[in-house]
């Protein structure tokens, strides 16, 4: 049942039984119409929910070959971005670690072409009332949209502000064994990410902790050897 088709007139004989006949004809035709609509309409959303999967099962396999290519994660950073620039567009991709002791993050990894320079590589800032911090805090991804420094006071919100950010997100690294930083997605323009777009960098954000918790694995026993 699709809905109904209804015609009205002031004159209590305006319809007769040949009216009505032709009436239903009519209605026919145009349940026929609206079906066809809808169901083109289902094809076309099923259709687009095939070709988002496949985008994100491509993301997922070329994230993991760029990972599996290098150890070094700050070296493989730059083709992670231009990875995820292909499904989620962004001005701003970073990855940072905690520092020992865990009250600091430091920027490892930053992709940030329009960047002025308050933002770079190796700033070293403290979790406290950062929006990494608070991701961190409860192991889940934090989007600020639009991001202001009343809801989150830090230094590296003030800092990503200034730089032109207005929305942005950050993705705790999360192993079985350790916290070990965030990734961080962010955008020029407010409303940037959607929710769709929050599962699939969590999935990325997995795959980024599984290696980034090698390669310091691998590190420490190299330093061990040396």
């Not at 929050?198 to 026993?221: D, G, P, T, Y």
Request: aromatic letters at 6%.
């Amino acid at each position: 049942r699709l809905g109904a088709l209804a015609l009205t007139s002031r004159n209590p004989s305006a319809y007769g039984n040949a009216d009505l006949e032709f009436l239903q004809r009519v209605a026919e035709q145009v349940a026929l119409a609206v079906d066809n609509v809808a169901q083109r309409q289902q094809a076309l959303a099923y259709q687009k929910q095939v070709a988002s999967e496949r985008d994100r099962l491509r993301l997922l396999l070329e994230v993991n070959n760029v990972l599996v290519s290098n150890r070094e994660i700050r070296d493989l950073f730059p083709a992670i971005s231009d990875c995820l620039q292909k499904v989620v567009a962004h001005d701003y991709t970073s990855l940072a670690l905690l520092e020992s002791g865990g009250s600091l993050l430091r920027l490892y990894a930053l992709v940030f072409p329009e960047g002025k320079g308050l933002v770079h590589q190796e700033l070293v800032f403290p979790l406290e009332n950062s929006p990494g911090g608070r991701a961190l805090a409860h192991r889940e991804p934090l989007l600020a949209d639009p991001l202001t420094t009343e809801q989150y006071p830090a230094e590296i919100t003030a800092r990503m502000v200034s730089e032109g950010v207005r929305c942005a997100l950050w993705l705790p690294l999360i192993t079985r064994n350790a916290a070990l930083g965030t990734l961080s997605l962010a955008s020029l323009r407010e409303h940037a990410f959607g929710p769709e777009d929050v599962v699939l960098l969590s999935q990325v954000a997995s795959q980024i902790a599984i290696a980034l918790e090698n390669a310091l694995a691998f590190r420490e026993i190299a330093q061990l050897k040396d």
